[in-house]
């Protein structure tokens, strides 16, 4: 019966309220195929970046014979007298044959040795190479050329990836989280689930936390599978991919925030799912680009911001430039990686105060 | 149990709803009344956390759903316009992630999703997605997700609005039984005949004012007009009409044909027995003297008419 509702004493806090959201968020993600959307996107743009480059030519590994090595005279002050650059990348130095005027010299004769350039960045640019052959004597008169297996670097594999992972985290930003608050007021299930004992802070967590926890499931996936082909392909990870994936969650989390910001203050659908997606994948960038232009580094942009994920991997991560040309100059910025985690983390706290803000105060009339 | 003091809410310069009080006992199924625009929906999206009100307390079990939302509404059910539900769920889900909110155990919640859905016949499609069900379908599981929890109050916002003939009758017939099992229910309707048939009250409200708020009997002896149908075996001739036009307790005639008028009166249960005599003397050839609408109807015509 009705008398004193059995129920009314025990509507749980507004914190164990927020899982039961997530909960049935994520099943409307599993159940509206978006989810299955995003990750079928996920993987067909790495299929496709994985595939054409053999396909049209460009393999991930190979072997080279009769390679010429560039042979310079080597610094005062290391026992070899000559240095040897190959005109390659990704050689992998256990296959390397050095052959001397035609005849090969075998590896362990004392005359030449392998060496990897990889731990010094400015070593690494200087000779264009990872891996170097020093020679004991002078063989600056010598005809020297080389055969060896190759095998595109981690860091260059990686990094055509990469290049996507921006433009995926912004399909999820749009796919869940554009339509998360105004499609409760435009397809009226606010009228549902508003007259609950439930606070809008809860609803807005709640929605939040399946939004991102959706979008990690892309992005994880994302990120999962470039190492795993990279271990494959490249035969190895580069060590700055976590550091890449760690960016991507804080980007997401950002534009998630401000997509759900976009959602409180629209009316429709529609208008907020479109704003979301043009705001980051043209309105932003092109606002960069201009700034940019300008000289002007927008650091404050968090669409500049979001280059961090992919230059992260980067060896040595890039520098700003300016390039004049007949009285114009040409600024090329990189975000920093401090201060594009900071802009980041203010655009999620900026967001998420404002979304509540007007969350608690939209009303569900007409 | 419901009480409103001093409502208000203002759109712009508009008053939606001004100084509203009211009153509902437990137990009490009170009908909320009044044209489009009168204020009824605002009222109850007051009441059920839609909007905020812009002054005056909306008290249920005495908390105050402006102030303490989560508090008050934890003893509520209610249903506001047609909501529409998550179109992923089936009926049993939809339960399930309410009950939930509500801090019901699963045990208790199985039991009343079936006791609910019984109520609101809607056993056989229970785990068919509510994505394809009808409005009338909806309109039932609305009701029974307001049901789950056995709250103390229920809030119907015109729970008849847009069903077909069936629908409305099955709708009224899980509210009669709701009444019976002692539910204090607060019931806006555009429907007066409903109202009639449902309700132990009714609050009349235009302009967001309460014009009037009593008993459905003592309502329907406010009503200071009544509709006649007088039908004649002979024709009617425009003289008869005239005559009757001069009788001093008529409002008004129409003529529907040449056999059959409506007489618009003042009056009491006496002065229809004087109308009949008069009429009669007038050589009308009486084999039909009937009312024509509810008395409630009447009242709130002849209310709404005034407060413009």
Redesign the interface.
Same mark, same amino acid.
């Given at each position: 019966?009705?008398?004193?509702? /059995?129920?009314?004493? &025990?509507? /749980?806090s507004?914190i164990a309220?927020i899982p039961?959201?997530w909960r049935?968020e994520l +099943? &409307?993600y599993l159940?509206?195929r978006r989810l299955i959307a995003s990750l079928a996107i996920a993987f067909v743009v790495i299929g496709l970046i994985y595939a054409l480059p053999p396909l049209l030519g460009s393999e991930y590994s190979g072997s080279r014979t009769d390679q010429a090595i560039s042979i310079e005279r080597s610094p005062m002050g290391i026992p070899y007298q000559s240095i040897g650059t190959f005109n390659d990348t990704g050689v992998l130095p256990d296959t390397v044959k050095i052959f001397v005027n035609g005849i090969e010299v075998p590896r362990g004769s004392n005359t030449w040795v392998i060496a990897g350039v990889n731990g010094a960045p400015s070593l690494s640019r200087f000779f264009g190479t990872e891996t170097i052959v020093l020679f004991v004597g002078n063989m600056s008169s010598s005809n020297v050329t080389s055969s060896y297996e190759w095998r595109v670097s981690a860091e260059s594999f990686e990094g055509n990836f990469l290049g996507f992972a921006n433009l995926l985290i912004v399909i999820c930003a749009t796919f869940f989280g554009a339509d998360a608050i105004v499609g409760e007021y435009q397809?009226?299930?606010?009228? +549902?689930m508003? /007259?609950? /004992?439930? &606070?809008r802070e809860a609803l807005f967590f709640g929605k939040y936390s399946a939004s991102m926890t959706a979008g990690i499931v892309v992005v994880g996936l994302f990120y999962g599978s470039i190492a795993l082909l990279s271990l494959i392909s490249a035969g190895g990870i580069d060590s700055n991919l976590g550091l890449s994936f760690a960016f991507a969650l804080e980007y997401l989390l950002a534009i998630m925030a401000v997509a759900y910001f976009i959602s409180t203050i629209l009316k429709g659908t529609t208008g907020a799912t479109v704003l979301t997606f043009f705001l980051f994948v043209m309105i932003l960038p092109i606002i960069d680009q201009v700034l940019s232009i300008s000289g002007v580094k927008p650091t404050g942009s968090v669409s500049f911001a979001a280059g961090v994920l992919q230059y992260i991997t980067q060896n040595p991560y890039p520098v700003d430039a300016s390039e004049t040309f007949r009285r114009i100059t040409l600024h090329t910025y990189y975000p920093d990686p401090t201060i594009a985690a900071i802009t980041m983390l203010a655009y999620v706290v900026v967001a998420v105060v404002l979304s509540l803000v007007l969350f608690k105060?939209k009303? +569900?009339?007409g | 149990m419901i009480e409103l003091q001093n409502l208000s809410k203002s759109f712009g310069p508009i008053k939606a709803v001004n100084n509203l009080n009211l009153d509902v006992p437990k137990g009490q199924t009170v009908g909320f009344l009044g044209p489009n625009g009168a204020g009824k929906t605002t009222t109850i999206k007051i009441m059920t956390n839609l909007i905020t009100a812009s002054g005056g307390k909306a008290l249920l079990q005495g908390v105050d759903v402006v102030t303490h939302p989560k508090q008050a509404l934890s003893s509520v059910g209610a249903v506001v316009e047609t909501p529409e539900f998550y179109p992923y769920l089936t009926p049993v889900e939809t339960l399930a992630y309410l009950g939930s909110i509500r801090g019901m155990h699963s045990d208790e919640i199985k039991q009343r999703s079936n006791d609910v859905l019984q109520e609101v016949k809607l056993e056989e499609w229970r785990n068919t997605r509510i994505g394809k069900f009808s409005k009338g379908m909806k309109q039932r599981l609305a009701i029974g997700q307001a049901l789950l929890h056995e709250p103390e109050i229920l809030i119907l916002d015109e729970p008849t609005s847009g069903l077909d003939p069936r629908g409305m009758v099955e709708v009224r017939e899980i509210i009669r039984s709701l009444k019976k099992q002692g539910y204090t229910i607060f019931m806006s309707s555009h429907l007066l005949g409903e109202v009639q048939e449902v309700c132990d009250s009714a609050a009349l409200i235009d302009h967001g004012k309460l014009l009037v708020y009593d008993r459905i009997e003592n309502l329907k002896g406010l009503s200071k007009v009544s509709k006649i149908e007088v039908i004649s075996a002979t024709e009617i001739s425009q003289t008869i009409v005239s005559g009757i036009r001069g009788l001093s307790s008529i409002r008004e005639v129409e003529t529907v044909n040449g056999h059959t008028v409506v007489l618009t009166y003042d009056g009491s249960d006496e002065a229809r027995a004087d109308l009949l005599q008069a009429v009669q003397k007038l050589g009308v050839r009486v084999t039909s003297f009937s009312q024509v609408g509810l008395p409630l109807e009447m009242l709130y015509m002849d209310l709404v008419k005034e407060s413009r």
């Open positions: 019966m009705v008398e004193g509702s /059995p129920h009314a004493q &025990k509507v /749980p507004d309220q039961i959201i049935y +099943l &409307k159940r509206s397809n009226r299930t606010g009228y +549902l508003f /007259p609950n /004992p439930i &606070k105060r009303e +569900l009339a | -």
